[in-house]
């Protein structure tokens, strides 16, 4: 399979693409908000209950888009559907385990996050490697996984933050995120 099917198989599951980055524009949205005027009273226990829901929710969410897109991309013979279904493998077990664990503290939302990222990132990249032939997508998605594979390994290596620093943090990374998605299902579909 050359780079140029890669594209094409793409073209057609370009709106997965936007809904996934619809939907972290909002998490984004929502968290931020969340973590800002729940944190200026509190952060206490019932607060990290609700952050670990609405990540896992999100991550959740996700997962199952790129089910239906590797269930697609399966169905339409194309051959990219092992590695949306294997992102999609990680994504929804990865968000069982965030909306499940209320034992949820500051440094396991951290650590968790980072495993979001470096997930994530470890298939943004995959994905760019698979589309060599078209340069455009290459940088985009080789900038964004390099990126969240660095913003992964620094919630994992600064996992003591404070619970506000870190949801402000994995805001700023979703909103990154988001924007990066629908820009390659803007590029994909036109």
């Not at 780079?3 to 998490?27: E, H, K, N, P």
């Not at 959740?60 to 590695?83: D, P, Y």
Request: hydrophobic share 55%.
């Amino acid at each position: 399979m050359n780079s140029q099917t890669a594209v094409q198989d793409l073209q057609l599951c370009w709106w997965s693409y936007a809904v996934r980055g619809g939907l972290a524009i909002v998490f984004a949205a929502v968290l931020f908000f969340a973590s800002s005027f729940l944190g200026i009273f509190f952060f206490d226990r019932v607060t990290l209950i609700y952050l670990s829901l609405l990540l896992g929710s999100f991550v959740l969410g996700n997962g199952l888009i790129l089910a239906v897109a590797a269930v697609f991309s399966f169905e339409h013979r194309m051959h990219i559907w092992w590695l949306v279904m294997c992102e999609s493998g990680f994504t929804i077990l990865l968000g069982i385990y965030i909306g499940m664990s209320f034992l949820l503290t500051p440094q396991s939302l951290a650590f968790l996050a980072g495993i979001h990222g470096v997930g994530n990132g470890c298939f943004q990249t995959a994905l760019a490697i698979k589309l060599r032939a078209d340069r455009a997508n290459l940088s985009l998605l080789a900038i964004a996984g390099i990126t969240s594979l660095f913003v992964g390994l620094a919630f994992l290596t600064h996992y003591n933050q404070a619970p506000r620093v870190t949801t402000q943090a994995l805001a700023g990374y979703e909103l990154f995120c988001g924007i990066v998605w629908m820009v390659f299902a803007y590029r994909l579909h036109k």
